[in-house]
C-alpha cells in the first residue's frame, strides 16, 4: 500500500512561533504582566500628575471622591517605587565592572511569584486611579455625536479624495503577480503574498495619513473651534474620528479584498486551485519527548531560535542502545475522522544534520501510531495467528498502524501519510481517562537530528481529497483580511492619539517608526540580549568612524570601556521600551496561512483581537488626557 | 434686559507661558465683566487687547490663568454649558467640504438634537439667512458673506440662550453689515443675550447696549454705550422746518451767549455713509435700469 507521499510542495506551512491560544492571553502571567506594565506607567503619570498639581484638585474634591483618589494613590505607591526601582536599574551597567554579565530585558513574569500579585494589585489601582475621569465621563458620551465626527471623518476624506490616488496605485500593484513569473506550485502563494503585501503598505500607510492629518487640520484651520464649543466631550472627539477613519478603511478593505479575492480565483491555474485553493483544517495533538535532554523540549542543538526540540537517532548508552523518540499525544480526536476512510496526516521536520548527507536522499523516521485501546501483545499473537491481516483491520482492532516501508524526508518540506479512518473509530473507544491517540516518531539515522515543534504534525480534519474549496479558502482569505484591519485598527488609533498633540508629520512619522520598530521586535531583542554583531549601537557608531569589522574586538581603552557600558544602559532602556510595542509580527503571518491553503485558527485570530484591543486601551486613554489638557486655542 | 447675570467674569486673568513653563504674555490681567440677559454686550480693543481672548476663555477654548469665569451659572471648563451657547468665529472655520444642509445637519447632531427637530430648525435658519437657493453647493463655493451667513446660522442651530459673535460684520459689504446689525437686533428682540467684538466701532455704538474696553490685557471702560458717550460739557440741540440764516446764528449766539456758553458750528446735519449707501442701494432697486451721469444726472438707461 502506498501510504506515503513526499515533498508536497503545494502546501509548505512552517509555523516558526506557536499560534496563540485562549488559555495563554487570558493566563493569570500575561494579566500580571499586563497589570505590573500598564499600571506601572499609570502609576508613574498619576504621581507625576499628583505632584504637579494635582494634589489642589484632590483636596478640593468632597467627600467619598477625595478619599477614594486618595486611597488608590496610596494603593499605587509600591508599583510606583518598583517604577522608580527599575529606572534606576537602568543605569547599572555603568557602576558594575565592564564584564559582569548583565541578563537585559528578562520578561517581568515569566513565571508568576507571590511577590507579583500584590504589585499587580498595585499597578491595578494605579489603572483604576488614571481610567476613573474616562470612565465617568462615559455616561456623558452620546452615540449621535460620536458617530456625527465619525460621519464627518468619512465625508471629509472621501470629498477631499485622498483616498483616491494610492487606490489607484493599490488597484495597479494588486494584479503585480501578473508580471511575477512562478512555478504552478508557487502560484497560489505568489499571488497571495502579492494582493496582502500590497494591501498592507498602501492601506497602513493611507489609514497613518487619514489619522494623524484630521485632527491637526482642524486645530490648523480652526474647525475644532465649532466643535468644541458645542456640548461635545473631547473624547467623543478622538473616538468619532477613529470610527470614521476606520469605517472608511473597512470598507476599503472588504472592497480590495473582495478584488483580491475574485482575482486570485480566476486567475489561478486549475492545477493549483486543486491543490492550494483551500483551508486545511490541522488537528494538532501535544507534543512531548522521551529519551532526550528535556521532557519538553528534546535535545538542543545549539540553533539560536529555539524554537524546536530535537531528536537524535539511536544512540548507545549504559543501560544499552536508547532511541530518542518525540511524541504528540491526542487527548480527544474528532468523531468526524472515524467515518473517513483514509485521514490525512502531514508533517514539516527541520534536519540538523552531524554528518555530510547525500543529494536528493532524506532523513529516515520512525512513524507509529497508537489508540489508548493499542495492546502489543495482543496484536502480536493476532498477526502470528493470521500473517495477512491488512492495516486497515489492524489499526480497527488493535488501535495500531505503522506506514509500510521507510519513511524519509526533507528538510522542510511537507510529508503526507494516509491513515485509516478505522484508526480513528479505535481511538473514540475504551476509557476517556487515556489519550485517545498518539504519534510516535523516532529518528532512523544516528548521525542525524530531526526538529519538531507542536505544529509540526498535524491530521487533516477537513478532507483532503475534496479537491478545490473556493468557499472555504475565501472565508480563509477574508481571515487574514480581519488581521490586517486589526493591524490597521493599531496603526489608526496609535497615529490619532500621537496628532491629538503632535503635527501630522510628526504623528506620522512616530507612528510609522513605532509599527516599524514592532516588526523589527527580534532585532531590538538581539540588541537588548547584547546578541548583535558589533555589539550596540554606539559601538557600533565607533566601528562605522573607525572602519573596523564587527567581528575584531575593541581595543582595551577607557573611550571604548566608556562606550561598551554606555551600551549596556542604553540596551536596558531598549528592553523596558521594548516592552511597549505592539505584537504586530503574529498578524503579518496569516497571508502565509491562506497561501499554503492552511485555515486560520480561530482562537489564535481572537487571541490577537484580544491582545490588539488591550494595546490600544492605554493609547486610548493617553488621547483622552492629551485633549482634555489641550488648550485648543493659542495666543492669537 | 434682566439682572439676572449670563457672564461673569472674577478676576479673570490668561497668562500664555513657552514651552518651558516660562511667561511669555499676559493677554488678560483681572477681568472684572458681568453680562445680563437680553443684551447686546460689545467687547472694543486695539488688536492683541485681549478681547478674543476673553471669548476664548468664556467659550473654554483657553483655560484661565487665575480667576474664573461662569456662564449661566457653569464655570467656563463645564461642557454642559454650550448646549445653551452659540458661537459664531470671526473667520468662518465651517468644514468647506459640507454644503449647508449638511453644516446645520452636522453641527444639529453635536446638540443630540432628534433628526425631525434638526431638519426642521435647519430649514428654517436656512431660510433666514437667505441661502434657499445654495444649500447643496458646497461651503467651499460660497463668498465670504454666505460664509458668514451659514456660520450664524449653526450658531443658532440649538436656539441659544447666549450667542456669542467675534466680529459679525468683518469682510462682509455694507449690505451683509446690514443686515447682520439687523439679525442680532432680532436677537435682542427674541431674548437672547449677545456679546459681540468688533472693529467696527460705529457697528458696536450702533447696536450695542453696554461695551467695555480692554487695552494690553486691562479693562479701561465698562459700562452703557449713552453714558459712556455722553460729553457733558457740550450741548446738541436740533429743530425741524428751520432754514440756516445769519439772523438765526446771531439769534443763537445770544441765546448761548447769555447762559455762559459759546456756540462752536451750527448748520444742516450730515447722516452716515452706511445710512446714504442704503438708501442709493434701495433707490436703485426700485428703479432698475436707472443711472446716473458725471453732471449729476439721471438717464434711464434701460
Not at chain 1, 280 to 296: C, H, I, M, Q, V
Not at chain 1, 510 to 534: D, I, N, T, W
Not at chain 1, 579 to 603: K, M, T, W
Amino acid at each position: 500500500m502506498n501510504s506515503m507521499n513526499l515533498n508536497l510542495p503545494w502546501a509548505a506551512l512552517s509555523l516558526e512561533r506557536d499560534p496563540l491560544e485562549l488559555f495563554q492571553v487570558l493566563s493569570v502571567g500575561s494579566t500580571l504582566f499586563y497589570l505590573l506594565t500598564v499600571g506601572g506607567l499609570a502609576s508613574l503619570c498619576a504621581f507625576l500628575w499628583f505632584l504637579a498639581g494635582g494634589f489642589r484638585k484632590v483636596f478640593a474634591l468632597k467627600g467619598f471622591a477625595r478619599l477614594a483618589v486618595l486611597l488608590l494613590l496610596a494603593l499605587s505607591v509600591p508599583i510606583l517605587l518598583l517604577d522608580i526601582a527599575s529606572i534606576v536599574a537602568l543605569f547599572r551597567p555603568l557602576f558594575l565592572p565592564a564584564d559582569a554579565v548583565i541578563s537585559a530585558n528578562a520578561p517581568l513574569v515569566a513565571r508568576p511569584g507571590w511577590a507579583d500579585f500584590p504589585l499587580a494589585f498595585s499597578g491595578l489601582a494605579a489603572i483604576l486611579l488614571v481610567s476613573a475621569p474616562f470612565v465617568a465621563n462615559i455616561p456623558r458620551l452620546s452615540p449621535r455625536r460620536i458617530l456625527a465626527i465619525a460621519n464627518l471623518s468619512f465625508k471629509e476624506a472621501i470629498r477631499k479624495r485622498v483616498l483616491y490616488a494610492f487606490t489607484g496605485l493599490l488597484l495597479i500593484v494588486l494584479f503585480g503577480s501578473w508580471f511575477i513569473p512562478s512555478k504552478p506550485t508557487d502560484e497560489l502563494r505568489t499571488y497571495v503574498s502579492v494582493v496582502f503585501y500590497a494591501m498592507t503598505v498602501v492601506l497602513i500607510l493611507v489609514g497613518a495619513l487619514l489619522a494623524a492629518s484630521g485632527l491637526p487640520a482642524d486645530i490648523r484651520t480652526q474647525s475644532l473651534f465649532l466643535i468644541v464649543t458645542k456640548p461635545v466631550e473631547r473624547v467623543e472627539i478622538l473616538l468619532g474620528r477613529l470610527i470614521g477613519t476606520m469605517a472608511l478603511m473597512t470598507l476599503v478593505l472588504v472592497v480590495l479584498t473582495s478584488a483580491g479575492l475574485m482575482y486570485i480565483i480566476r486567475g489561478v491555474s486549475p492545477d493549483a486551485a486543486e491543490e492550494s485553493l483551500k483551508a486545511r483544517l490541522p488537528l494538532f495533538g501535544f507534543l512531548e519527548f522521551k529519551n532526550t535532554s528535556s521532557a519538553a523540549k528534546g535535545d538542543n542543538v545549539g540553533r539560536e531560535w529555539e524554537y524546536r526540540g530535537y531528536i537524535s537517532g539511536p544512540t548507545q548508552s549504559a543501560t544499552g542502545i536508547v532511541s530518542p523518540e518525540a511524541s504528540w499525544v491526542y487527548p480527544t480526536v474528532p468523531s468526524v475522522l472515524a467515518t473517513r476512510d483514509k485521514v490525512q496526516a502531514e508533517f514539516t521536520f527541520d534536519i540538523y544534520r552531524t554528518t555530510k548527507g547525500f543529494e536528493n536522499r532524506g532523513v529516515g523516521i520512525g512513524l507509529v501510531i497508537t489508540t489508548r485501546n493499542h495492546d502489543a501483545e495482543a496484536m502480536r499473537r493476532a498477526r502470528e495467528k493470521d500473517p495477512s491481516l491488512s492495516p486497515e483491520q489492524i489499526a480497527s482492532d488493535h488501535g495500531y498502524f505503522q506506514p509500510a516501508g521507510s519513511v524519509t524526508f526533507f528538510d522542510y518540506a511537507t510529508g503526507s501519510v494516509d491513515i485509516p479512518g478505522a484508526l480513528f473509530a479505535n481511538a473514540l473507544k475504551g476509557d476517556p481517562k487515556l489519550p485517545a491517540l498518539t504519534v510516535r516518531v523516532t529518528c532512523k539515522e544516528s548521525t542525524q537530528y530531526v526538529g519538531m515543534a507542536r505544529y509540526d504534525f498535524y491530521f487533516r480534519q477537513d478532507d483532503a481529497r475534496a479537491g478545490a474549496q473556493p468557499v472555504r479558502f475565501a472565508v480563509n482569505f477574508f481571515l487574514a483580511s480581519f488581521a490586517l484591519w486589526l493591524r490597521l485598527l493599531l496603526v489608526i488609533s496609535v497615529t490619532l492619539v500621537l496628532s491629538t498633540e503632535l503635527s501630522t508629520v510628526i504623528s506620522l512619522l512616530m507612528g510609522m517608526v513605532l509599527m516599524m520598530l514592532a516588526h523589527v521586535q527580534e532585532f531590538v531583542r538581539e540588541l537588548v540580549e547584547g546578541k548583535s554583531a558589533g555589539g550596540g549601537p554606539l559601538e557600533n557608531i565607533k566601528r562605522l568612524i573607525d572602519n573596523s569589522v564587527a567581528a575584531k574586538p575593541l581595543e582595551d581603552t577607557a573611550l571604548n570601556t566608556l562606550i561598551q557600558q554606555s551600551d549596556k544602559v542604553v540596551r536596558e532602556v531598549l528592553g523596558a521600551l521594548a516592552r511597549f510595542l505592539p505584537e504586530v509580527d503574529r498578524l503579518s503571518y496569516y497571508p502565509e496561512y491562506v497561501g499554503n491553503g492552511f485555515a486560520i485558527g480561530g482562537a489564535d485570530l481572537a487571541c490577537n483581537a484580544i491582545l490588539t484591543i488591550f494595546y490600544i486601551l492605554p493609547w486610548l486613554l493617553l488621547g483622552f488626557y492629551l485633549l482634555r489638557w489641550r488648550e485648543v486655542a493659542g495666543p492669537t | 434686559m434682566s439682572n439676572v447675570k449670563v457672564v461673569e467674569t472674577r478676576k479673570l486673568t490668561k497668562i500664555f507661558l513657552d514651552f518651558w513653563g516660562r511667561k511669555k504674555k499676559t493677554a488678560l490681567r483681572a477681568l472684572d465683566i458681568h453680562v445680563d440677559e437680553g443684551e447686546i454686550f460689545g467687547l472694543l480693543g486695539p488688536n492683541g487687547s485681549g478681547k478674543t481672548t476673553t471669548i476664548k476663555l468664556l467659550l473654554g477654548l483657553l483655560y484661565p490663568s487665575e480667576g474664573e469665569a461662569f456662564v449661566l451659572g457653569k464655570p467656563t471648563t463645564d461642557v454642559k454649558k454650550n448646549e445653551y451657547i452659540g458661537y459664531l468665529p470671526e473667520e468662518s472655520y465651517l468644514y468647506r467640504f459640507l454644503n449647508a444642509e449638511e453644516t446645520l445637519d452636522f453641527y444639529g447632531r453635536l446638540f443630540d438634537i432628534e433628526p425631525r427637530v434638526r431638519r426642521k430648525r435647519a430649514a428654517e435658519l436656512i431660510e433666514r439667512v437667505g441661502l434657499e437657493r445654495d444649500k447643496k453647493r458646497q461651503l467651499r463655493e460660497y463668498s465670504k458673506g454666505m460664509r458668514q451667513r451659514i456660520g450664524l446660522a449653526q450658531a443658532l442651530i440649538n436656539n441659544p440662550k447666549l450667542v456669542i459673535l467675534d466680529e459679525p460684520t468683518s469682510g462682509l459689504d455694507p449690505l451683509g453689515a446690514y443686515w447682520m446689525k439687523d439679525l442680532i437686533r432680532s436677537l435682542r428682540n427674541e431674548g437672547k443675550t449677545v456679546i459681540m467684538c468688533s472693529h467696527r466701532l460705529e457697528d458696536v455704538q450702533d447696536i450695542c447696549d453696554r461695551i467695555a474696553i480692554l487695552h494690553e490685557g486691562d479693562l479701561q471702560a465698562y459700562g452703557k454705550v449713552s453714558t459712556l458717550l455722553q460729553d457733558a460739557d457740550r450741548l446738541e440741540l436740533r429743530a425741524s422746518n428751520i432754514r440756516l440764516s445769519d439772523a438765526l446764528k446771531r439769534d443763537l449766539e445770544a441765546v448761548v451767549k447769555a447762559h455762559g456758553g459759546t456756540l462752536d458750528a451750527f448748520g444742516h446735519p450730515t447722516t452716515t455713509l452706511e445710512d446714504y449707501f442704503l438708501k442709493v442701494v434701495a433707490e436703485s432697486k426700485a428703479r432698475p435700469g436707472r443711472r446716473f451721469l458725471a453732471d449729476d444726472t439721471a438717464v434711464q438707461s434701460r
